[in-house]
């Protein structure tokens, strides 16, 4: 019960929190529209873009969530992209981030999906850093244009800083995580 009710602070506190982000730009835009008026039809017709974008993909993406919570299961998560996984759980990671298009806000409720599912964070990093920037359709595209010595060459050093990238934030986390308990831990000794 205490631990559901912590739960609730924590998602009011990061509503609160997205609200004054989100004021502080709305606040930001229209300053910056009131500097310059003349971008003004160009700002709003990107934006309407964008929103009609967003509202086109993202019930999709709310589908394709729902059924992954239901049909994968947290054991096949772990099992492949958790700390069992080990180095493979990157790999894979990386390989789930490449297979699919589409913009990149639409990995982030996958992504979350995985955390909670209990996958680790370095494969987390890999699948959002891969669906960022290695595609299986953006690779056949270098190959054509750029030659395949650019495109082997970017693709390696793109695939190996995705892991060391992962496996440092991955030990940073974790070692953050350490220090807030054991400086609990002393404040609660001193008490």
Known sequence: M???????????KGIKRD??????????TI?????FPDKKNVILK??????????LILPAVMILMGLFSVFIHRETVVKYLGKAGGIKAVFLGILMGALPTGPLYVAFPIASALMKKGAKISSVIAFLSAW???KIP?????????GAKFMIARLVLTIVFVIIMGILIEKLIEWSDENKKNMGGEKNASI
Do not use: D, G, R
């Not at 300053?31 to 500097?35: G, H």
């Not at 953006?138 to 750029?146: A, N, R, T, W």
């Open 46 to 55: 990107i934006s309407w873009n964008f929103f009609l974008e967003m509202i």
């Open 138 to 146: 953006q690779e056949m595209v270098e190959l054509q244009f750029l």
């Open 31 to 35: 300053i910056l529209l009131s500097i």
């Open 2 to 12: 205490k631990k559901h009710i912590e739960k609730k602070k924590m998602q009011k």
């Open 132 to 134: 960022a920037c290695i």
């Open 19 to 28: 609200i004054i982000i989100f004021v502080f730009f709305f606040v930001f």
